[in-house]
């Protein structure tokens, strides 16, 4: 099992920007599909957007296009999210995912089996 720590997470005005990143331990970062998710209270997690092992394939929800941009560095094992333009609708705590399965990232949280903390953005208007 992988284990995820996420961070840059914060309190940021709305048009903002954050990044998020998510340390992944072991040597074999490189093997897994990387996504990540959010979930505001009360509400389902959600999927944002997801790299896959390499990172020569990138896919978002289509709330963020434009504005997140996922990626890697294999190196450093990790998983970074840069969020730009954020509106207060992105508030949420946002999850890095890892899965080893698969010939594509996938996009549901199901098919995920390695999690991260979780890390809280807040967006204000």
């Known amino acids: 099992q992988v284990q995820l720590v996420e961070s840059g997470g914060g309190l940021v005005q709305a048009g903002g920007s954050l990044r998020l990143s998510c340390a992944a331990s072991?040597?074999?970062?490189?093997?897994?599909?990387m996504g990540w998710f959010r979930q505001a209270p009360g509400k389902e997690r959600e999927f944002v957007a997801a790299i896959s092992r390499g990172g020569f394939n990138t896919y978002y929800t289509d709330s963020v296009k434009g504005r997140f941009t996922i990626s890697r560095d294999n190196s450093k094992n990790t998983v970074y999210l840069q969020m730009n333009s954020l509106k207060p609708e992105d508030t949420a705590v946002y999850y890095c995912?890892?899965?080893?399965?698969?010939?594509?990232?996938?996009?549901?949280?199901?098919?995920?089996?390695?999690w991260g903390q979780g890390t809280l953005v807040t967006v204000s208007s």
């Open positions: 072991g040597r074999t970062f490189r093997n897994y599909h």
């Open positions: 995912a890892a899965v080893e399965y698969g010939m594509v990232p996938p996009t549901t949280s199901q098919q995920y089996d390695n």
